[in-house]
């Protein structure tokens, strides 16, 4: 269900690389946010592909590319096996397209998006959504970078911090003191270190010294969004070498910029950017204009960053086939 909250401003303009944000009415424009890895449970997408045949499309298409049930890991599966990445980075962009193309389908919400985003995984499903990139396109990259980041993982043991209630001047003070990079800014108050074993141990002291109360190592296989992932960007490189990018039929944010970038031709080294540079998400809500936010996939990890970001807008998710028919009863 929607979130109510205060209109935005009827006109608002922000400058970003010399280029005009939307200056007419935000009351009816919607911002489309893709979930990354941690968003997946077993029993994801079920209900879509029992209600809407192009749901039940979307898992049958990457069942197919993979060669693999992930559909029935997905409905009924074992939620070990579905937290692997190379199951879980699939798995959910296969429900956030399956949700995309129920919401379409059902209603034509494309005409009212004015952008979207993805949160590191969920870039690939942003970029699937706005046509830069085929289904089949979307999950062969995906199983290459999932598989690239496990082998990265194995070969340079790390793991991931969060840091709650922390500035960026105190993240910045940390990773200057032990070594350990900023992986993720995701809200005010909420930063996620990433380093080798022995940095975040030095990184955890260090908060707690400074008054942190809230340090927690992440339940991850290794230091991502950090040079550590470096092995991944050399295989996954490969890949792209091979891929063809299409002009998005709606503005895609990259977690590089927090900016929307117009030139397909660097689509490729933004993802390969991605892979070892802070995912600037805080930055990426603040710059968008837009009046509704809609996380289209599994789980509310990220109405939850836009709820503590932004105070001004509606905020949907679709984590249920209660909560999409109630997005789709509000644009009937």
């Known amino acids: 269900m929607g ?12 400058d970003f690389k010399n280029k005009l944000c939307y200056s007419e009415s935000m009351d009816n424009k919607y911002a489309f946010l893709f979930p990354g890895q941690g968003s997946q449970f077993v029993g994801m997408g079920k ?12 898992f049958d298409e990457v069942d197919d590319v993979l060669n693999q049930k992930l559909s029935e890991l997905m409905f009924t599966g074992d939620m070990d096996t579905l937290t692997l990445t190379q199951n879980a980075q699939p798995a959910i962009m296969a429900v956030s397209i399956a949700t995309w193309r129920v919401l379409e389908h059902e209603c034509d ?37 999932a598989e690239a980041m496990r082998d990265a993982a194995q070969q340079n043991r790390g793991g991931m911090l969060a840091l709650i209630g922390a500035s960026i001047d105190q993240a910045q003070e940390i990773i200057q003191k032990t ?23 030095s990184a955890k002291i260090y908060a707690q010294q400074m008054g942190l109360k809230r340090v927690i190592p992440l339940a991850v296989s290794g230091a991502f969004h950090s040079p550590l992932m470096q092995p991944a960007q050399d295989k ?31 689509y490729p080294q933004l993802l390969l ?47 249920s086939l209660d909560s999409i028919q109630a997005l789709l009863q509000a644009e009937q």
Request: hydrophobic share 40%; charged share 15%.
């Open 236 to 266: 996954l490189n490969m890949a792209l070498k091979n891929m063809t990018f299409h002009q998005s039929r709606i503005p895609v944010f990259f977690n590089v910029l927090a900016n929307t970038q117009d030139d397909i031709q660097k």
């Open 47 to 58: 209900e879509l592909a029992q209600n809407f045949r192009v749901a039940q499309d979307v």
């Open 109 to 145: 919400i494309s005409k009212k998006v004015a952008c979207m985003a993805g949160h590191s995984l969920g870039e690939y499903s942003a970029l699937c959504a706005s046509g830069a990139l085929t289904l089949a396109q979307t999950t062969n990259l995906l199983k290459v970078r």
């Open 273 to 319: 950017e991605q892979l070892i540079h802070t995912v600037r998400w805080r930055e990426t809500l603040q710059n968008i204009c837009a009046a509704h936010f809609v996380e289209c996939g599994p789980g509310k990890v990220l109405s939850g960053l836009v709820k503590r970001t932004l105070s001004d807008v509606q905020i949907w998710d679709t984590n």
């Open 179 to 201: 070594g350990c990079f900023i992986a993720n800014d995701n809200c005010p108050g909420q930063i996620v270190l990433s380093g080798a074993l022995p940095d975040l141990t």
């Open 3 to 14: 979130i109510k909250c205060f209109p935005r401003p009827k006109a608002i303009q922000l």
